[in-house]
């Protein structure tokens, strides 16, 4: 009735023009009220006009305002209907992986500490029933005490925020959210929230004054321009701050946007995201420097596109033990191939250990274990080098020290067969060579056949010295038992290793023999014989003989 009185009164008026630019549609209410959703009468008016001021007209002009009403409603229908399809998906996907799947957490009955779904919000009041919750939410004095949780959305713009007015993140079950942290709201601008701007900028400069370095944790979804005047005030008391970052946008191009706003020094990059061991070593090849062989650049070159340095782990926080995907004996080699890489390298408390499990942030009670040089096998709460990969992996780290502090900056990947992966680290100016061969262990070696016959390997040059040979290997100790109080490891396994022996008194090496292929070429042959899944072997090469004296 209202509709077909304002028609008729602009009727008696001058034809009005309608704009093409402009269309009729729905005016979301923002606090989302039933009923409270609008059209903009002005432009409903511009659009449909009668052709006459009678009754008919006037009418016939209604009839079409309402369809349209209607084909706006059923378009919002079809849309509430896809996000409620979405948020049924989510539920029972965030359901099957809690509850039902074999590599998530199975975590049994839905209880009130853990409910079918994540909680997406948290308030300070007491318990109450849905009804008392949703009069709080349209009272302005309590509604701003509801507060959402942060977390991460798989596949999302890194560069839009999921919590602001526009998102359906909440509303469709995307978030997997994070319950112990809240979403905080900066706004646009510094006097949109000046509190939390200044609380959080002491903060960034108390963390400032005592390290030398920062991990942006999840920086995808923290705001980038946030991130940037927390970082400014950082730098403005650590110049050389050191920033590295978690970043997964899923494009090389937006995390360049991050990396150039932002001065992120390293992106983090995980090896277990590699689904076998060619994988593993592309992912060196990529992040691991430049290919042998590669011209000297001058120290003045054109600035040129490249990748972002990389942090790269054999583990995160975030990943899952890797020996619910690959096998314990797996940990050595894979950590060797990592620490082969011209880049940083990094691990995570556990995984030296050979811990079976991921070791929650959130909920993890328990104590890390003391080191104490004389534990025994049967100290749950004590390591010592003796325990899982901790020798291995020391020597390893020193290893890969040494080789960027001498100039060892080309980088050649080589998959020798299905398992073993060779990485060669080159210094142009010295041309030594220090050559890492590891068998990686994805299948469990108990479970699955590995040969024993191991292909023979041509290293060109001489071999000065075996670096570090060394083996997964058990030994007598009872099978693992979760401790109360400690986070223990597997102490059935352990590592046996030598370092700066000579080829002749290596145990993985079966005979080394001397060859020439073309004229200048001296290559050594190296036939393997207990090169079992779960090895490591390291050669330091230098130039044959002969080379040598014609560079001298």
Known sequence: RRSSDLISKEGKKSAVKSDPKQHLKIIQDP????????????????????????????????????????????????QINYHQEQAASCVLGNVTYERLAGHGPKLGPITKKDPIVTRYFTYWFK???????????????????FLAHNGW?????????????????????????????????????????????????????????????????????TPIHVAEYMLDTARKLQPDLYVVAELFTGSEELDNVFVTRLGISSLIREAMSAYNSHEEGRLVY????????AFVQPCLRPLVPGIAHAL????????????LHRSAYDSLPSSAIVS????????????????????????????????????????????NLQSGIIAGKKAINRLHQELGERGFIQVYVDQVDED????????????QSVVAVSRTAFRDPKTSFYSKEVPQMCIPGKIEEVVLEARTVERKAEPYKKDGRFINGMANYTVEFREHIQLKESKIVKQAGITKKGANEYVQEIEFENLTPG?????RVSLDPKAQRSEE
């Open 420 to 431: 073993i992966v060779a990485v060669t680290r080159h210094c142009p100016h010295t041309h």
């Open 286 to 293: 990529r992040y691991g420097g430049e290919p042998v062989g």
């Open 535 to 539: 090895s490591v072997i390291i050669f």
């Open 312 to 323: 790269f782990m054999d583990v995160t926080h975030d990943n899952e033990s890797p020996i």
């Open 153 to 221: 959305v798989m596949g999302d713009d890194p560069l839009r925020n999921f919590a602001e007015a526009g998102s359906n993140v909440y509303l469709r079950r995307e978030l997997i959210a994070w319950g112990d942290s809240v979403k905080l709201r900066y706004g646009d601008k510094r006097e949109d929230c000046p509190y939390l701007w200044e609380h959080m900028k002491k903060y960034t400069e108390i963390t400032a004054k005592y390290f030398h370095g920062v991990r942006l944790d999840n920086c995808h979804s």
């Open 127 to 145: 318990e109450m029933t849905l009804e008392e919750e949703e009069a709080m939410m349209h009272d302005p004095d309590k509604a701003c005490h």
């Open 340 to 383: 082969m890489a011209c880049c940083a390298t990094g691990s995570t408390k556990g995984y030296d250990e050979i811990v079976p499990h991921q070791i929650s942030v959130v909920s993890e009670e328990r104590f890390y274990t003391k080191w104490n040089p004389k534990a025994t096998v049967s100290s749950p709460g004590e390591v």
């Open 31 to 78: 606090e989302y009220k039933r009923f409270g959703c609008t059209v903009d009468m002005n432009t409903a008016l511009a659009t449909f006009i009668p052709h006459s001021n009678g009754p008919a007209a006037i009418d016939e002009c209604c009839n079409w305002f309402r369809k349209r009403l209607e084909e706006l409603n059923a378009e919002k229908c079809r």
